[in-house]
């Protein structure tokens, strides 16, 4: 679900308002209904740790249930962080190679990331995922993982080339890499002979958007 969804569900459930919820939270109620309404779909991590509190339900928890594809202003983060290398543009669109050098570190909040977990970051290159929420310049963070859901989506490594696309394992045992846009053919894995040298490097777990 996407955040908007998830606050519309908790004021019905709860029968309270929108300027109740913004009381709660030490939002603003214009900033708040602007979520609630579609008008802001990129809300600032900090007013999503607010929010949650303001719930009163666990941040982590809230961030599960969130879509892949929800976007979050990279501004505003708050100060307990962690650093998350980032690494070469990830390919959406024809496929780019990534260095096994980080570029940069960027800073996230530790109470969305799983202490057990390793998590890396890519900026996404091209228009493949546009159906997804995924645009051309936004920084993607994957978390480690060797095994995918159909459906989810991942960071790939095929030959020497890395791909941001959607997981999908067919009942013949091949796997198709697809786009989130029609102008792109899937990327069929034959997994079998593996001739591809392909591999799951990761899943995605959010994004933060290039719109400030």
Do not use: W
Not at 30 to 46: C, F, M, R, T, W
Not at 107 to 128: E, M
């Amino acid at each position: 679900m996407k955040l908007q969804a998830i606050l519309k569900q908790y004021l019905e459930e709860n029968n309270i308002s929108v300027r109740e919820l913004s009381r709660r939270s030490g939002l603003s109620n214009s900033y708040v209904a602007n979520i609630i309404n579609g008008s802001n779909d990129n809300p600032s991590l900090e007013a999503f740790g607010k929010l949650a509190r303001a719930m009163n339900v666990n941040s982590l928890e809230l961030f599960e249930a969130l879509d892949e594809d929800q976007s979050f202003n990279i501004s505003g983060i708050p100060p307990e962080q962690i650093k998350i290398p980032l690494y070469s543009e990830i390919s959406c669109g024809l496929g780019m190679f990534v260095s096994d050098i980080p570029e940069d570190y960027i800073s996230v909040p530790n109470r969305i990331i799983k202490k057990n977990q390793t998590y890396f970051a890519n900026i996404a290159h091209g228009d493949s995922m546009v159906g997804k929420g995924i645009k051309d310049g936004d920084i993607l963070v994957f978390e480690r993982t060797s095994s995918l859901e159909s459906g989810q989506i991942g960071s790939f490594c095929v030959g020497d080339k890395n791909y941001c696309k959607i997981f999908r394992k067919l009942n013949n045992g091949m796997i198709l890499l697809e786009s989130a846009n029609e102008k792109y053919d899937p990327i069929v894995i034959d997994v079998v002979n593996n001739e591809d040298c392909f591999r799951i490097i990761g899943v995605l777990k959010f994004k933060f958007s290039i719109e400030q």
